[in-house]
């Protein structure tokens, strides 16, 4: 298939119709000026081709292809090219038939594009599919060569190589389709996956859910079999029941009768007795009343035990400041202790730090003066030798001065020297008499050996003392901080009880009724559930008004505790329960309340709000608080009070009550505080008393860890003391022994004998100092002789660097002179302050004694008042045993008539009961009845069965098969069917089925892919092995052409392509070069020219392989000099025989070789085209030149 013609309108610079024909079967080429259109020609046959990428094409869209982008009247592009399709062997696909086809590609402006094939429109895939069947396929255009493809080959690796080779041999194709297989086996296993995990995560659990479905509903059906056959025995069963019911029914009836009649009897003998003992109680009552009347005495009794209770509160009160300044005191006296510890601590640490600073300014101040003393002669040594009347006497003068100064020091120790021999001498010669005496007495002397003992024991214990770590003082501070702290806990507990039996009237015990009783459920008195808020303390009267009796009441869980308590809780006074589960509580409309506020805001509140309580008894303090308003005033309480929207009880401040009923109480102050308060202040007391107890706690624990230690210090230290005192006893006794005098005149012989011997050391030491400094001076005197002017400035040198030592030493001394100072009057002031602490410790003990004298005149004159105040309150009992006597008999007469009355109410309920039996064991014979027959409409076998009821060896032997027991199993039964009816699935039967089926098919399917996957994998592997083999044929064969195209381009060259060094075919293949004969290492080794023919001849032997229909080279020989032009001109001429050649190109070594010559021309803003059939006009001439 090859072009015979092209025709171009309006496309690009060919703005009128412009057919192009003649076109040569195997060579033509194209040629003109630059801009006259030639690569126009070459684009617009690609345009028909159906390229994309229009950069190829130099255009950006497609507006770009039109004449002038359509702004010359030009608003559509055509390009139509004839193929000459006679060679049937290289045809299109399904083009067989046609000898000729004709391709239309159209463009319109606004981006409309068609194809039109032997004048059918036609789709751009299918224009695509006829040129790709033929090798044409634009967008891998290998037919179009550019000149940008010869630089792209040049620069081209070796896999870029290898991958030409494999597009020409088409086994690129093979990889495309390898990457689909790929896909598709990617495909596969992603659908494998989704098969598995349909599998597992769908039908598998369905499936398991369709078997545990499966098995409950069989067990739903054994199950209801199972509750047939038991619904039939426990029917037998209250069938026969009910049959012997009717039967056994009317001697009851007659027995329960007879009991009532007897009832009755009893009844009225009790209504008798009832009414006499109502009398003797109001007798009793009359008798009391008229004994109340004739006495007087109570109040009296009450007044003063009201006067001797203030008067006891009074002395408390005095007590508790007392206390109070006790405690201050001791705690200043602990305080003062302490400190006292801390400076005895301090001046002990002080004056040791002073004897070493002491010791250390000593020998500072001794080095300093022997430095001074020194440099002092070295002064004088220098005057002497520098201002004599002679050189030689000053001289003389001088060192004369120190040689007999040494030579007197070194005479004195060789004095002492001798003296202390001397002294040794005698000492030696009395020893020699007495050591025996005392080595005898020491044998004989027992006491010198306790002595020596006891020394080491003291030794001992003062080490062991050192090494335990104990501190007396903190001991003290402990004690001391115990002391108070027990204190405050016998202060507050004495408060506690004080203000208790104030508040006795709240005191509420009780036994607990039964066994394992729970006290939690007893809350206590309304009084101590109420929590007083600080800011509302001044509503306490108020409050204790409006709760009135109430605030006694006893709040328990619920009424059966409440009985309980009444009953058995052996209760000491009579008490109101409250039971929280009975109450009826009840609070003010918010409306009546809003409206109190508002007539005064910020004087009225209620009642409830005022206090804080627990939210389990919010029933109870809503009964006794929630239905009463407390007022600031009188006036607010009248207002609001009588107030129609208002209309509520009200309690003002000062306990006036008001009523919307008309009734005024007075308001009454309690004694002291009140109620409230007093046990605001008691929990106050108790809360600061469990503070203190557990600060007591706390150090009585802390004591007792440290116990060990201190018992263990105070044992050591005692036994030091013990010991410290025997060897002061021993040391008299030793003192006026004979023996002990003997063997302390030795020990002071021996002492005085050593004292001699060191001093003899050290005068040994002064006499060789002296005779080293004797000799030394004899030295100097010589070298000052040989050389006086150096030994004098070595004798100044040496003056200057001790004056220099002394200066820096001056100031040290000086500085440890001041910090000795220093440090002696900070000892003098810790003394001081040790004085002053001494005489404050005394002055609180004082103050302390004074207190507790203080203290122990309160604690008489309270248990006087106390005395006084029991005899009263004693006195004041005994008149109300008078009255209690009165008492007891009424509680008596009231105990009767409660036994009789509650045995009165016993006797009409168990008459009611029988009654009661009676109509239910006839409403029970008549249900009975109506049981058997409603039985026998409902089941039929029992008519037929009822003869077999209770017999043994039948289905309903009653002994073998416990009805009871089989009522229970039935119940259970029943329950386990209600619960499966919920569970299972009536159509799981089928379900399962379908399920299974599609598990069975889901996985032939999961087989089915992993043949298909296997299958595919292993066509991959041949394929690859074919693929191998083609592309070693195409490489051996390019190779070979590659070799003699460049040879016929560049005669004595060779060129081969061929895998890197070391490595294979498939790794990639590289361009090798022979010049002359010379293998070259690289291509840059090569002139550009020699690089293009190089990358040609590489084309030209792709395309040689497998020949396209046509070919379009577009200026490829530009780089290539006129000789390599004309060589390539020839070879395409002669070498590429079966395919149509279209090139463009500058140059007559190229398009003098071709057939047919077209030159563009630029004119009037169009491009033309005029063709020349060079190979005829060849011929015309040499047939001209043959004539």
Same mark, same amino acid.
């Given at each position: ?32 000026? @630059? ?7 070459? #684009? ?94 634009? @967008? ?37 389709r ?21 599998l ?30 038991l ?19 009317s ?5 329960? !009768?007879?009991?009532?009649r ?9 209504k ?18 008229m ?18 209770s ?78 004599g ?27 002492e ?32 050996k ?5 020394? @080491? ?54 036994? #607990? ?15 101590e559930?109420?929590?007083? @808020? ?31 308590l ?25 409306e ?17 709000s ?24 009188? #006036? ?22 008001? #009523? ?23 929990? =106050? ?17 802390e ?61 040994? =030491? ?21 050389n ?7 004798? !100044? ?8 030592e ?18 002696r ?9 040790l ?16 207190l ?19 005899q ?13 006597a009165?008492? =007891? ?19 009409q309920?168990?008459?009611? !009961? ?9 409403k ?32 309903f ?30 159509k ?47 490489w ?97 001429r ?41 190979r ?12």
């Amino acid at each position: 298939m090859r072009i015979e013609e092209v025709v171009i309108e309006g496309f690009k610079s060919y703005a009128a119709r412009t057919h192009i024909t003649g076109w040569d079967p195997e060579f033509n080429a194209i040629t003109g000026l @630059n801009g006259s259109g030639k690569s126009n020609i070459l #684009d617009a046959i690609c345009f028909v081709l159906g390229i994309t990428n229009l950069s190829q094409v130099r255009a950006t869209n497609m507006q770009d292809l039109i004449y002038k982008r359509g702004q010359a009247g030009v608003n559509k592009a055509s390009v139509t090219i004839t193929f000459n399709n006679e060679d049937k062997n290289s045809s299109p696909v399904s083009f067989e038939s046609y000898d000729k086809i004709s391709v239309t590609r159209q463009i319109i402006m606004g981006g409309q594009s068609k194809y039109v094939v032997n004048g059918t429109r036609a789709q751009q895939q299918t224009v695509g599919n006829l040129f790709q069947s033929v090798q044409l396929n634009i @967008n891998n255009p290998h037919f179009l060569i550019m000149q940008g493809r010869i630089t792209k080959v040049l620069n081209m690796k070796p896999p870029e190589i290898l991958a030409m080779i494999e597009e020409a041999s088409g086994t690129r194709m093979f990889e495309e389709r390898k990457e689909k297989a790929l896909k598709t086996i990617a495909n596969k296993v992603k659908k494998l996956e989704e098969i598995n995990m349909l599998l597992n995560e769908d039908i598998e659990p369905k499936m398991e859910r369709l078997r545990a479905e499966k098995r409950s509903y069989l067990e739903y059906q054994k199950t209801e079999s199972e509750i047939d056959r038991l619904n039939r025995i426990v029917t037998a069963f209250e069938y026969l029941m009910n049959l012997e019911r009717v039967n056994k029914s009317s001697a009851d009836v007659d027995a329960k !009768k007879k009991k009532i009649r007897d009832l009755e009897t009893f009844s009225e003998r009790l209504k008798e007795e009832i009414a006499h003992l109502e009398d003797d109680i109001k007798q009793t009552i009359h008798k009391k009343e008229m004994e109340l009347g004739k006495s007087d005495n109570i109040q009296e009794l009450e007044n003063s035990i009201m006067e001797f209770s203030n008067q006891i509160v009074r002395i408390n009160t005095k007590r508790d400041l007392n206390r109070a300044s006790i405690d201050k005191e001791t705690k200043n006296k602990n305080v003062l202790l302490c400190n006292k510890a801390e400076i005895n601590q301090v001046l002990l640490q002080k004056s040791e730090e002073y004897k070493k600073l002491e010791t250390q300014f000593e020998e500072i101040k001794r080095d300093h003066d022997e430095k001074s003393e020194q440099v002092r002669k070295a002064e004088l040594l220098l005057q002497t030798l520098s201002t004599g009347v002679s050189a030689q006497e000053g001289h003389e003068n001088g060192y004369m001065q120190q040689l007999e100064e040494a030579r007197n020091n070194a005479s004195h120790a060789s004095a002492e020297i001798e003296q202390a021999k001397l002294k040794i001498s005698h000492l030696s010669k009395e020893l020699k008499e007495k050591e025996p005496l005392a080595i005898k007495a020491v044998k004989n002397n027992e006491l010198l050996k306790d002595y020596e003992s006891a020394k @080491n024991d003291v030794q001992n214990l003062m080490i062991a003392l050192s090494k335990i770590n104990w501190d007396q003082s903190k001991e003290k501070c402990l004690l001391n901080k115990k002391s108070i702290v027990e204190n405050k806990v016998k202060e507050f507990t004495e408060k506690c009880e004080s203000l208790s039996s104030q508040l006795s009237i709240i005191e509420f015990s009780y036994s #607990d009724p039964t066994s394992n009783f729970d006290r939690s459920k007893v809350k206590g008195l309304v009084a101590e559930l109420i929590n007083l @808020n600080p800011q509302y303390a001044q509503c306490s009267t108020a409050l204790e008004i409006c709760a009135g009796g109430r605030l006694y009441n006893v709040v328990v869980e619920n009424d059966n505790v409440g009985s309980q308590l009444l009953e058995k809780g052996k209760l000491r006074k009579r008490v109101t329960m409250i039971p929280l589960n009975k109450i009826k509580a009840s609070k003010i409309p918010t409306e009546r309340l809003l409206n109190a506020k508002q007539l005064a805001p910020e004087k009225v509140h209620l009642a409830l709000s005022l206090i804080g309580y627990d939210d389990e008894v919010t029933s109870a303090m809503e009964f006794v608080f929630g239905n009463t308003l407390i007022c600031t005033d009188a #006036d607010t309480c009248k207002r609001v009070t009588f107030d129609k929207k208002v209309r509520t009880k009200s309690v003002s401040l000062e306990g006036d009550v008001y #009523d919307p009923f008309g009734t005024l109480q007075g308001g009454s102050k309690p004694s002291f505080d009140g109620i409230l308060m007093g046990l605001k202040t008691l929990k =106050e007391y108790k809360k600061q008393l469990e503070t203190y107890q557990q600060e007591l706690d706390d150090l009585n624990a802390e004591i007792k860890c440290i116990q060990k230690v201190i018992d263990e210090y105070n044992k050591t230290k005692k036994q030091l003391d013990l010991k410290t005192h025997e060897v002061t006893l021993l040391e008299e006794q030793m003192n006026n022994s004979r023996d002990s005098q003997i063997i302390h005149i030795v020990e002071n012989i021996k002492s005085q004998i050593a004292e001699h011997e060191n001093t003899i050391v050290e005068s040994q =030491e002064k006499q060789r100092a002296a005779l080293d400094s004797y000799q030394r001076i004899e030295e100097e005197m010589n070298e000052y002789k040989n050389n006086r002017d150096s030994k004098l400035k070595d004798i !100044k040198e040496s003056v200057l660097k001790g004056k220099s030592e002394i200066a820096q030493s001056d100031q040290v001394v000086i500085n440890m002179q001041r910090h000795v100072r220093t440090m002696r009057l900070e000892i003098k002031q810790i003394e001081e302050d040790l004085l002053n602490a001494n005489d404050e410790i005394e002055n609180v003990d004082n103050n302390i004694k004074q207190l507790s004298q203080i203290a122990e005149s309160l604690r008489n004159e309270l248990d006087q008042f106390k005395n006084s105040l029991d005899q009263v309150q004693a006195e004041l009992e005994k008149e109300r045993e008078i009255l209690s006597a009165f008492d =007891e008999e009424i509680v008596e007469f009231q105990t009767a008539v409660k036994a009789k009355t509650s045995q009165l109410t016993e006797a009409q309920l168990e008459m009611s !009961k029988i009654n009661h039996d009676i109509e239910k064991v006839q409403k029970d014979v008549v249900a009975a009845q109506q049981s058997v027959l409603r039985m026998e409409n409902e089941h039929d076998w029992i008519v037929n069965q009822r003869q077999h009821f209770g017999k043994p060896n039948t289905p309903f032997d009653f002994k073998n098969q416990n009805p009871n027991e089989c009522k229970k199993m039935l119940r259970q039964l029943e329950l386990n069917r209600d619960k499966l009816r919920k569970e299972i699935n009536d159509k799981v039967m089928n379900m399962i089925d379908s399920v299974e089926k599609k598990e069975a098919s889901l996985k032939q399917d999961l087989n089915t892919l992993e043949r298909d996957k296997k299958k595919i994998e292993e066509t991959l592997v041949s394929l690859g092995n074919y693929k191998k083999d083609a592309l070693q044929q195409t490489w051996e064969k390019v190779n070979a052409d590659f070799g003699a195209i460049f040879s016929d381009l560049l005669p004595d060259s060779f060129a081969k392509i061929q895998p890197p060094e070391g490595q294979g075919l498939m790794n990639g293949l590289e361009i090798k070069v022979s010049l002359g004969g010379i293998w070259k290492q690289s291509l840059s080794e090569l002139s550009g020219g020699q690089r293009s023919l190089v990358a040609l001849s590489l084309i030209l032997s792709l395309l040689q392989f497998k020949p396209a229909p046509m070919y379009i080279l577009d200026e490829v020989d530009a780089a290539l000099d006129l000789s390599h032009t004309q060589n390539m001109g020839q070879l395409l001429r002669t070498r590429f025989k079966g395919s149509q050649f279209i090139v463009v190109s500058l140059k007559d070594g190229m398009f003098n070789n071709a057939n047919v010559l077209f030159r563009t021309r630029f004119r009037d803003g169009t491009s033309i085209v005029e063709r020349t059939s060079q190979r005829q006009e060849l011929e015309r001439r040499r047939t001209q030149r043959s004539r």
